[in-house]
């Protein structure tokens, strides 16, 4: 009988595991093994599997059949390897428990050190180091962290017990404290946790050992990794690895320390060694950002030796991956020891320069250097930054701990954060230092600012993760986060009050300052221009004004996807020449209202359409309900009554008669073209009378007219007669050659079932996906609020549908349409302008099906130029 | 070179066509030849194809190329063998022109009679019929009919022109005008024409018959021949042929006549001949009820020989038909011909018993008698009746017209019944007489009564083709449209009284009667039981409460399909306990709430499980957005609240959380588990806990609990885990073994989409197509109402999509859905709740797709299961 394995050995040279079993090890596991293998110094351990972290989960939350052997076995080898006993009272081996998913996840699982200690082999510690201080430190650190991580006795309680013991000595800092003072606390810590948990602090290593992978594996869906993984595209069925290893010490004097460090600057992407340590201490006091930690640098001064060998190190780990490596390191008594390497992650500027650097360095070609840079992290290059010549005072500084500006108002905690920022705030989230219980402000916010912590603090690297703007550590101001304000000297300020960061340069500047636009130039054009070489997906942009178009151009765009044509209706030159459109009372009052609206339109569409001069501009005719045009507030009514000469009650007459219970499903799109045709006649002749003018003037212009909401061949057939009826007596007037298209979005579920009809009418479809997503699963998304939640948490939804494409549902209809449509005209044109067309991973599926372009927000075009070069490296090759 | 045939003779015993060619040549013109070929005495003619009438739509109102030559080939045959000629001053040959479309629609269309007469071919008519009043009357009715008809002057200007004339001499009837005011007539008609049209009226015979074969083409479009075929479910593009055909003339004197006849009774079936006639009329005389004709045993009377040449073509129609005819005739000058014949229209009562006759009869089979019966008519025979013992004061008497008994409040025009039933009114439509205008309004009423016109009246033809109680010709009553009122004697019954009708007895009631349930006995039952020997699909009713249950069983229900839980919620004794639900603050305040409903929902779950003892009950759990239940009303709001012991102001911030923008697209269905699993917690419990005491009693329970909207796998499996948690806890605690199901609603297209993974956790699916209407539309069917008319009218939609199931694009969703569904789940049980379950052509589609069963309305079970039974009957044998 065959056992599944589950447990992968690395240690003394040897590894079973390697780089290549990420999936299977995680990355820390399979980079312990790989490095193991590579010769680096690595304390040695095992790793157990995610397999068996997803088995015990299907599995009621026991451990799959066969793995307490393994684990047994293992353990047993490692005491062979290491020459010492777990749980010996002479010579205890110890052992560090931490989780490792595919993908990092920083701060968000569970860890134990110091695993295998007790009354009894403490002594053997003692013994050992000959540092009784040292092991009861380390002691008192396991059951603390145990008790919190394993047992669930709130951290504040067992650390109220530390503050006690101070306020009794009359000390401030826990290196005050002596061996004694935390052998004491180890029997409180103990007490505590049989009051708080009912039951005796298990005394028995193996017993600490297995408590402590049990907790790893639960932590992979505690609320804070669900929410990360949430925001982080991590798909909740592929579980964490557990690596057990032997415990090194970073806490035994001053000729021990721990840190970590990027090869390459994670801000700039810099080609400098980079990175912080701090001597005598563990691990988790640098993150922890407690004590600031010391530059890099500062290890070559005091420990050259040790320096050289970890910059050899770091230079064979980049060499051997071709990527910017983050390590994490520990001397302990002057032995280096690697406990970490993987991919380091990086600001999306940081990721640009390094693929390119890297492109020229000779060690990836164009093709990996266009797969090294997230997509949709490129966002933040997107955003607008500081003008460089703009004059300000600084408030405070800080770390530059992620780059680019952000203007918001001041808020204190994750809550508010979410709160204002739901009502449509912009936000910038301040805290003394932030935790993981803050991601979902952090998320929100528009950029963050700390007092403490270093640049690989908590808030630094989670910022730079999420391309956000961000000042750590800015050690002048002092954050009352009871109070909601912060005080630099005697300048106060307050929640709500405006400020500007400056994540680039490390600047808190008070009030809100203009920010510039983002260029692509340098490096990120480069990248740009491989892309665009690469690519087979067009890539439009939705545009309804001359500015976003030319912000669009300027980004690449080759072409506008969507032209919506209401928020021109709205703007106030007009809102009341529409509204008397609606108010009017037969066709020809109608046609009245519209004739005044002609001019004004038309001027619109000269505008865009100069703007985007050579390239097509696909315009949709009028969506939105008639209804969605008039006044709601009674105090509005009588206003607009008054304006528009009409009694009140008329005015709420014709409101209440265009109320409707569902608008999404109401009276809108091209039904409206068909109940009043007057309506698109007039769009359309403002369209072609401004590409026939602009043709005079010898723009080149390439009008295609969308219609809205099709659902029918017969709506198609009917307005497409109208449509070109009354473009070309337009052309034949201006006495002009001029071609354009006419097509339709595909949004009703029924427009996709019947593609081959519509198809038979239509020269080109348009997908727009958001209300197709809609209408697919039936969630209003002004509604949807109530539950997506909900959905999100119970894992019924992986990603919320309306940022990325629900590729098994919507999707399906999406690929009938395009196969239908593609059936019946085979030069059908085929592009999706519903937001997904800036998603990265749906753009990879509008690929796949075979679209000929998406079209997104100006912002996101270069996301989508990188999105399309990486789906078509994703496509196998014939 | 071949050229397309688009006219067909018949005549002299000969005829091209014949009654299969019904789709080419229409009811009429096939069913001409078929006569003519049988040897039975047709005035010769030729009919024009609905080809060419498909043709003249396609090519803009142009005759397709050839037509006009063949017309002219055909009119020159009809000269020879009649040897006249049109147009001819000595031997004139008159033509009348009939639409004829593939099935009847009695009054809709546009017919000429008279045809070829002009100021010199009269003379030659004067001469040929010795009869200068018959001659001039002819022609000034084909100058009225044509300038009506054709050429659109207002028939009540022309008929204003006849009552000056009256006045004028102080006579009363057209019969007292002479041929001298005739002559006069037609001159005043014609300039009257020439007035409003600008134009001379046609002399030349060639054109007055391309003009009304035009017109005729043209009446297929006329918007009452657009509303009957949308009542009717006669698509638009069938188009209509044109019979052109030598007049015979019933109005020559007291030797010539016109009469319709029915071989058997058409309102009750009997087989009896059954018809009116007039003497001295032509046949528009006889239909449009302005004299009341003679009953045919009276032509027995006074033309012997006539009446049993009619009795020998009668029984040889039938005998060849195999069918109950409906037959036109005129007798010229002693001579009998037949104008038409065709499957008469007959109240469901009569298609039922004819059906079943003609099979005891011999003369048809039991699958041909189930093919006979309409099955959508049959829900004429499923509403209430007068009970036969009540005791009753007649106010009037008139003719039983069509069958039933109706309850309404009294209307006097068409328009005023649509908006009185828009409103939810049940209205009585009463008129002198009705007319092919009134269509809309006949389709509302309940009931209509006339108090002119006989059995054969538009009023009764049309009311028994609806299935809709009629009493028409009650002459003692005097209806005054004008002052909406109606007196017999000194009783006045007004606008907005109520009435009652009994259709099958002809009698006007005073007030409201009590109505009795239908049964299904003779014929009807025997019918049935043949359907039910035939279907292969299952026929299950949607019943909330042990009524409609036991009304459904009774007529062959098997099962419930759907029983809707909301309901109940918001009965009066519990709606109270429902809001303190919603109101309540925490789970706890829920669960406590919820509490008090369980026995309640328990109570109804037994009443309804029991009447279904040995049948299957699918309820279906909490469907609704949660603001259904909270009042809207400001007084209601405060009285509730009250009620309730909360603040106002907390009733009003709870109402606004809830309110939604798409309710539709909303917090709502599986949702609502999904976020407040204590919901649905409870009623499995009440559900299981009614099935286990119903079955201790020894009731045969089978309950089906029923997750709505669901749109993943997921939520099926989070929700069949607590459904089969709850379930089983309350099983185990009766002692007793319980077999439930648990399934799903397919109603959001996603859900049709991934049957296959949803199949996985479902043991049944029942489509909601009422839903996965609105969805794959995107139609809001609370608000389509503004745009659904124009969408009717313009052939967009065929048909109301919500009346009959849009086969080509929700159908698609459906057959996928139970595809992919059975593909995961090969036992999967499949049905369909929607209205549509009780639509025949739906219904048809349903069995196509391989569905278990459908599920209607308790008043439909017999309709479904006739259809059920047609759809058999159509399937292929292999």
Redesign the interface.
């Known amino acids: 009988m065959s056992t599944k394995k589950y447990v992968y050995f690395f240690g003394g040279g040897k590894a079973e595991g390697s780089a290549e079993m990420r999936n299977l090890l995680g990355g820390k596991g399979a980079n312990l093994a790989e490095m193991t293998s590579m010769e680096i110094p690595v304390p040695p351990g095992f790793t157990i599997s995610t397999e068996a972290c997803i088995e015990f989960y299907e599995n009621e939350q026991q451990w799959p059949k066969g793995l307490d052997n393994e684990v047994k076995a293992h353990l047993a080898h490692l005491e062979e390897v290491m020459g010492a006993k777990f749980g010996d009272v002479e010579n205890p081996l110890l052992l560090s428990v931490r989780s490792g998913a595919r993908v990092s996840m920083p701060g968000m699982m569970d860890t134990v050190l110091n695993l295998g200690l007790n009354d009894q082999t403490v002594k053997g510690l003692i013994e050992k180091s000959g540092n009784e201080r040292f092991a009861y430190d380390s002691y008192r650190r396991f059951v603390q962290m145990y008790g919190d991580v394993v047992l669930g006795v709130d951290h504040h309680n067992l650390e109220a017990l530390i503050q006690e013991t101070k306020d009794r000595k009359g000390v401030k800092l826990d290196m005050d404290l002596e061996a004694s003072d935390w052998k004491e606390l180890v029997g409180k810590f103990k007490a505590m946790i049989k009051e708080k948990t009912g039951k005796d602090f298990p005394e028995d290593p193996l017993e600490q050992l297995y408590g402590s992978i049990n907790a790893v594996f639960a932590s992979w869906n505690n609320p804070r990794a669900i929410k990360y993984r949430e925001i982080n595209d991590i798909p909740g069925h592929w579980g964490t690895a557990v690596n057990v290893q032997v415990m090194v010490f970073g806490n035994m004097g001053d000729d021990s320390g721990t840190g970590v460090a990027f090869t390459r600057d994670p801000a700039t992407g810099e080609n400098v060694f980079y990175g912080e340590f701090l001597m005598n201490a563990q691990g988790e006091d640098v993150v922890a950002g407690i004590r600031t930690p010391q530059p890099i640098a500062e290890l070559k001064r005091i420990k050259p030796e040790i320096y050289d060998e970890l910059e050899a190190i770091y230079k064979k780990l980049e060499d051997h991956y071709r990527d910017m490596q983050d390590i994490e390191f520990t001397i302990q008594e002057d032995v280096l020891y690697m406990l970490q390497t993987r991919g380091g992650k990086r600001t999306a500027t940081a990721a640009v320069k390094i693929a390119v650097d890297m492109v020229d360095e000779g060690l990836i070609d164009k093709e990996t250097a266009l797969q090294r840079v997230d997509a949709a992290q490129l966002d933040q290059l997107l955003h607008p930054m500081l003008d460089a010549d703009a004059e300000y005072d600084v408030l405070a500084k800080g770390l530059p701990a992620s780059p680019g500006a952000a203007v918001g108002r001041v808020v204190f905690n994750a809550s508010d954060a979410e709160v204002w920022s739901g009502r449509g705030e912009k936000v910038i989230l301040v805290r003394t230092e932030t935790s993981p219980e803050d991601i979902g402000g952090m998320n929100v916010a528009q950029g963050i600012l700390t007092s403490r912590g270093g640049m690989t603090s908590h808030a630094a690297v989670v910022a730079r993760g999420m391309g956000k703007c961000c000042v750590a550590g800015a050690g002048d101001i002092r954050v009352s986060e009871a109070e909601k304000c912060f005080r630099v000297g005697d300048v106060t300020v307050k929640e709500g009050d405006w400020i500007t960061l400056n994540g680039t340069a490390g600047e808190v500047i008070v009030g809100k300052m203009e920010l510039v636009e983002p260029k692509l130039a340098g490096e990120f054009g480069r990248l740009m221009e491989w892309a665009d070489e690469v690519r087979k997906l067009g890539i439009r942009t939705n545009a309804d004004t001359p500015h976003d178009a030319k912000v669009a151009r300027d980004f690449g765009a080759e072409g506008i996807g969507l032209c919506r044509t209401e928020h021109m209706f709205f703007a106030e030159d007009r809102i009341n020449i529409v509204r008397q459109m609606i108010l009017a009372e037969d066709v020809e009052g109608r046609r009245k209202a519209l004739a005044k609206l002609l001019p004004i339109q038309k001027a619109d569409f000269k505008g865009i359409l100069r703007e985007m001069n050579g390239l097509p501009v696909t315009i949709r005719l009028l969506d939105p309900p008639l209804h969605e045009f008039l006044p709601r507030e009674a105090h509005t009514i009588a206003e607009v009554a008054k304006e528009l000469g009409v009694t009140e009650d008329k005015l709420r007459a014709k409101i209440d008669s265009l109320e409707?219970?569902?608008?999404?499903?109401?009276?809108r799109g091209c039904?409206l073209g068909?109940?009043s045709p007057e309506i698109y006649e007039m769009q359309v002749q403002a369209i072609i009378e401004a590409a026939c003018e602009l043709a005079k003037e010898g723009v080149k212009v390439l009008p295609e007219i969308m219609i809205p909401?099709t659902?029918?061949k017969?709506?198609m057939s009917?307005l497409k007669k109208l449509t070109v009826e009354t473009a070309d007596k337009v052309i034949e007037k201006a006495g002009i050659k001029l071609n354009y298209l006419v097509g339709t979005m595909i949004?009703?579920?029924?427009a996709a079932?019947?593609a081959d009809k519509i198809a038979e009418e239509a020269q080109f479809f348009s997908f727009g996906t958001n209300?197709m997503t809609?209408?697919?699963?039936?969630?209003?998304r002004?509604?949807?609020g109530?539950?997506l939640g909900?959905?999100l948490d119970?894992?019924?939804?992986e990603k919320d549908p309306f940022q990325s494409l629900?590729q098994?549902?919507?999707g399906?209809?999406v690929e009938i349409g395009v196969k239908k449509g593609r059936s019946a005209n085979a030069d059908l044109k085929v592009g999706i302008c519903g937001e997904h067309g800036g998603d990265p991973s749906s753009i990879d599926f509008f690929h796949r099906v075979g679209m000929n372009y998406v079209s997104c927000s100006p912002y996101r075009v270069p996301v989508a130029r990188l999105a399309a070069a990486q789906a078509q490296l994703r496509t196998p090759r014939s």
């Open positions: 409707e219970f569902n608008p999404m499903l109401g009276h039904r068909i109940t909401l659902g029918t017969k709506e009917i949004e009703v579920p029924r079932l019947v209300d809609q209408m697919t699963y039936g969630f209003s002004d509604d949807a109530t539950f909900a959905y119970q894992g019924i939804l629900d098994k549902g919507v399906q209809l």
